[in-house]
């Protein structure tokens, strides 16, 4: 059952419901004591014997050693009356995903902004061996004060960790599965820079290169067909721009950019210092961000 709003799980106040998939919930939560809100995801009819616990416990045990300002922060978790919770930072402002939706495509400047900062936290969860395997705009937050966050690192994992995959289960969202996961390989960095790569696709023109009618049409389409450049229905995207992205969607890993700093370096050239500042997030993240 979820939990009743302004009910408590452990020293949290539940204030209102987030999100809710068919596992569990996230809620926005205040603490005792010092009234910080922050973000407590749970899960529920589960058993510690179930798939879903493990990965749960998995997600907590890969998030809590993660300190970046562009990735959502651990807090903790625990267990209340059988029902597993982890609180995070609650980051607010909307998913790259409702903003898209909501305006249609990023002017370029800043969806290079975005990708800059992503290529830092993809990073530093590579460096550090950890694949987030599901990045996608609905798991990238642009917060009120401009600062972009990747969040929901419910499927990620170390790469050296056994255990969690179903044999024969790909995990992640169809629309961003890589060619190479679709044909039953284990995902890589270049994986998640195919990811990028269809996130910066739908950025610059507010739609996903591959859809088909079914999961086997959108497959077949992500394996075989080479979809156009960005410019083609964003003529503001400059040629290099249509560069940098279809570099990242290459069918074979090996023509991809190998590593996010490798993409962050791309991006890095193509700005223009003389094109004029965006509004809103490039000027903050510029600010807050760049600056050594």
């Known amino acids: 059952m979820p939990v009743p ?11 209102e419901v987030l999100g809710s998939g068919g596992m569990g919930e996230v809620y926005l939560v205040e603490e005792a004591g010092s009234g910080v809100r922050r973000a407590m995801k749970t899960l529920r009819s589960v058993t510690p014997e179930s798939e879903e616990w493990v990965r749960f416990m998995n997600e907590g ?6 300190h970046h300002p562009g990735i ?7 267990v209340c009356d059988g029902r597993p919770c982890l609180v ?13 939706r909501r305006l249609g495509p990023l002017p370029v400047d800043q969806a290079l902004a975005v990708v800059l900062h992503l290529c830092d936290a ?32 419910g499927i990620a994992k170390r790469q050296r960790t056994r255990g969690i995959t179903t044999i024969g289960t790909v995990l992640g ?35 996903l290169p591959f859809a088909g009618p079914g999961e086997a049409e959108l497959y077949a389409a992500i394996r075989a067909w080479t979809p156009p450049p960005p410019s083609t229905m964003n003529p503001e995207a ?5 560069a940098l992205v279809m570099r990242c969607l290459e069918k074979r890993p090996s023509r991809r950019f190998q590593s996010a700093a490798e993409v962050a370096q791309e991006v890095r050239r193509i700005q223009s210092p003389g094109r004029g500042d965006a509004p809103g997030i490039v000027r903050l993240l510029r600010e807050r961000l760049w600056r050594k």
């Open 5 to 15: 709003i302004a009910s408590w799980v452990g020293s949290y106040r539940v204030l």
């Open 238 to 242: 400059p040629a290099e721009v249509d």
């Open 88 to 100: 995070m930072e609650y980051v607010d402002g909307e998913t790259l995903y409702s903003r898209i």
């Open 61 to 66: 045990h890969v998030h809590c050693d993660l």
């Open 173 to 207: 969202t169809p629309e961003y599965l890589a060619p190479e996961q679709i044909a039953g390989m284990p995902p890589d960095v270049r994986s998640e820079i195919w990811a990028l790569g269809l996130l910066s696709y739908e950025m610059l023109t507010g739609q």
């Open 122 to 153: 993809l990073g530093y969860l590579h460096e550090r061996g950890v694949l987030h395997r599901d990045v996608k705009s609905a798991n990238v937050k642009i917060t009120s004060r401009g600062m972009v966050k990747l969040i929901d690192f």
């Open 72 to 78: 959502a922060a651990f807090h903790e978790m625990f």
